[in-house]
């Protein structure tokens, strides 16, 4: 049989059915729109349904969104276990902004906190560094590429640089770098340890609170836990850019919070400030802990987050 014979063949059976439906008088096309019409209400009606029976949460039993942080779902479990406070009573509020373990802030807050270095960073790099090389350039493998050169510009003999992901020929960049094989990074899951991703890093922490600043690129998706988690250790954390780093809008509690921190694209002189800690520390116990209780912060007003909201305002005022 030849192509253009069995083509015709299949599409006489493919048109069969519709035909069937139009000789019995109802146009084949408006059926079909009719179809969808029905198909689309259903769907709708389902997607109400579910958003009525479903709270919006990133976390805890009613959890609706998926593929986010399972460190950030352990560790806002434990706080909540910590808090005594019913799961499902909590605030709409509550359940989307990540939340960290009274016990842990207790931890941080016993550490030596004299300053030793001005900057650190501890985390991932080489990721993204690897799906670039393999062709792949979507935001989430771009976001960190400012790293290292403001490492090389900016980091001296004193600073910190643990890139946790590095592999065999890895070569330090300074004096600074000391990311090693096989280092321990609790962002990411150890499949031996059940309770890995509600683990405490004391060093981790300790490196931060030693640190006038953090550098919180994004990751996987514009934002970091490393961003929140400076700010307990009483570290300012530095952004590249609003877009790449606390862009996520699904994040907009926390975004919401009015943190100080420093954002190299608004060219300011990274200063140290003691006010800016206090004033991060006061904000972060009431909202990201339950320690004060269920303390809320409400939907944003003008439909975006707060760090989004700073990128209309600025894009506005430069067409002005």
């Known amino acids: 049989m030849s192509r253009a014979c069995s083509c015709s063949i299949l599409a006489a059976l493919f048109l069969l059915p519709h035909a069937a439906l139009a000789f019995q008088g109802l146009p084949t096309a408006l059926l079909l729109e009719e179809q969808q019409t029905q198909l689309l209400a259903v769907h709708t009606e389902q997607a109400v349904e579910q958003r009525q029976s479903h709270r919006l949460c990133h976390w805890g039993p009613e959890q609706f969104y998926s593929g986010l942080s399972g460190r950030a779902q352990a560790v806002w479990n434990l706080a909540l276990e910590e808090s005594g406070l019913d799961a499902y009573n909590v605030s709409d509020y509550a359940c989307n902004v990540p939340k960290v373990p009274w016990s842990w802030v207790g931890k941080i807050q016993t550490m030596d906190h004299t300053k030793q270095r001005s900057y650190n960073f501890q985390g991932a790099y080489m990721f993204s560094v690897v799906h670039q090389q393999l062709g792949d350039k979507r935001p989430q493998y771009t976001a960190r590429n400012w790293l290292i050169d403001f490492v090389k510009e900016n980091f001296t003999d004193i600073d910190l640089l643990k890139i946790s992901d590095i592999t065999a020929g890895y070569k330090p960049i300074g004096p600074y770098d000391k990311s090693t094989l096989?280092?321990?990074?609790?962002?990411?899951?150890?499949?031996?340890?059940?309770?890995?991703?509600?683990?405490?890093?004391?060093?981790?922490?300790?490196?931060?609170?030693?640190?006038?600043?953090?550098?919180c690129p994004g990751g996987d998706r514009p934002w970091s836990m490393r961003f929140y988690e400076a700010i307990a250790a009483g570290s300012i954390p530095i952004i590249n850019s609003v877009a790449f780093d606390t862009g996520a809008m699904d994040m907009w509690a926390l975004w919401e919070i009015p943190y100080k921190y420093y954002t190299l694209s608004d060219a300011e002189p990274l200063v140290y400030r003691q006010d800016w800690v206090d004033h991060n520390m006061e904000l972060f116990i009431k909202y990201q802990t339950f320690h004060q209780g269920d303390n809320t912060l409400g939907l944003p007003t003008s439909g975006l987050p707060r760090a989004s909201r700073k990128v209309v305002d600025a894009e506005a005022a430069s067409n002005a």
């Not at 962002?187 to 609170?209: I, K, L, T």
């Open 182 to 215: 096989g280092g321990f990074d609790s962002h990411h899951p150890n499949s031996s340890d059940p309770h890995y991703f509600a683990s405490f890093d004391e060093p981790y922490f300790e490196e931060m609170a030693a640190s006038n600043f953090t550098l």
